[in-house]
């Protein structure tokens, strides 16, 4: 058995933990010999060992790899966390220990307001631009956003889940993460693919999408919320926070929770995309490039970028938004979708071909 599979293994004895875990290592003197002191307290030890160890070969034989909470490469402020997941899977390229550049977890409420959408596309791509990782949970909202910007950009971005890498939901993000696999990014999780998720899995995740940032950014928040928990936490781990505070609307309940974060802690709102990057991004090289407008006519890329923001745009919204008239923005959306670009669908619905 080796280090990998005698954590995973003590992660599992039931009612030990991962606090009594690394206690029982100490105490008794290697991990293996912890291991030994835990098959004494479980009832047909040989079976549930085998049982157990299985579970870890089928999740490597789905594709994933596991990373035990000692390895090098494991993240170094994960141990510090009052609980960090003794193991952890992924798919992707792992945290490096020589990894540099910032790490911005960029957070927010799954039923987010167009703006909000706009706001956390924008901040992932100039963060992106700026070199930093943007790290969030691929929920559907403020967290997809953020991640198609840093994928628009070309850049390296990591989704932490609250269910296994295999299982990414919702399915609407799947595109998402896979685009970010391909970009040289990471999808994580310190659940098993196939086992039942519960509410309170997301809440736990969102420890680990903090512990992993050097920010975190609230972009919208209700009243209540998983990213008001995360605002929380970076508090508590002394990771600095950042609110979006939008021109208007403040005192509306979809803006609830940044208001109230901003009443106790008015130094931490921000306004402009640009400025906040620019201030979290003090020292990383800026990228200047992305990826999803190469070989696009500078013509069409404001209208390429609003399609992305939202993964697909009704013609008379994308007239609108680019003042244009129904007619001619019909024309240079038929010239996108020659060109390969886009996709009309029933409906004068356009979607990206290209993520």
Request: net charge negative; charged share 20%.
């Given at each position: 058995m080796d280090r990998l599979e005698a954590w995973w293994?003590?992660?599992?004895?039931?009612?030990?933990?991962?606090k009594k875990a690394r206690e029982m290592v100490r105490l008794a003197g290697?991990?293996?010999?912890?291991?030994?002191?835990?098959?004494?307290?479980?009832?047909?030890?040989?079976?549930?060992?085998?049982?157990?160890?299985?579970?870890?070969?089928d999740e490597r034989g789905r594709g994933s790899w596991a990373m035990a909470w000692d390895d090098p490469n494991f993240p170094s402020a994960w141990r510090e966390l009052p609980d960090p997941p003794l193991v952890v899977f992924g798919r992707g390229v792992p945290h490096l220990s020589t990894e540099s550049g910032c790490h911005v977890a960029v957070v927010g409420?799954?039923?987010?307001?167009?703006e909000a959408q706009h706001v956390a596309f924008e901040l992932g791509k100039a963060m992106a631009l700026r070199g930093a990782t943007v790290v969030s949970g691929l929920a559907r909202?403020?967290?997809?956003?953020?991640?198609r910007g840093a994928c628009y950009v070309g850049h390296r971005n990591i989704g932490i889940l609250g269910g296994?890498?295999?299982?990414?939901?919702p399915r609407s993000s799947v595109p998402i993460a896979m685009r970010m696999l391909e970009l040289g990014g990471a999808v994580l999780s310190e659940r098993l693919s196939g086992e039942p998720v519960h509410r309170w899995h997301f809440a736990a995740r969102n420890r680990l999408v903090v512990g992993l940032a050097e920010a975190v950014v609230v972009v919208q928040s209700p009243a209540k919320g998983g990213a008001l928990i995360s605002a929380q936490l970076a508090l508590d781990l002394g990771v600095s926070c950042w609110v979006y505070r939008p021109s208007k609307g403040l005192d509306t309940p979809p803006w609830a929770g940044n208001r109230r974060l901003?009443?106790?802690?008015?130094?931490?709102?921000?306004?402009?995309?640009?400025?906040?990057?620019?201030?979290?991004?003090k020292g990383i090289?800026?990228?200047r490039t992305c990826i999803a407008e190469q070989g696009l006519p500078m013509a069409f890329r404001s209208t390429w970028r609003h399609i992305m923001e939202t993964r697909g745009a009704q013609l008379a919204t994308l007239a609108m938004l680019a003042g244009k008239d129904m007619e001619s923005?019909?024309?240079?959306?038929?010239?996108?979708e020659m060109g390969g670009w886009v996709r009309r669908m029933p409906g004068e619905w356009y979607v990206p071909l290209k993520l």
């Open positions: 293994v003590l992660a599992g004895v039931p009612g030990l933990g991962v290697s991990l293996e010999q912890a291991v030994e002191w835990a098959a004494r307290c479980i009832p047909n030890a040989d079976r549930w060992f085998g049982e157990r160890l299985q579970l870890l070969h409420t799954r039923k987010c307001s167009a909202g403020i967290d997809a956003a953020a991640h296994g890498v295999s299982d990414v939901q901003l009443s106790e802690f008015p130094a931490m709102g921000w306004q402009s995309v640009d400025a906040l990057a620019d201030e979290i991004a090289e800026f990228t923005m019909r024309r240079q959306l038929h010239a996108m």
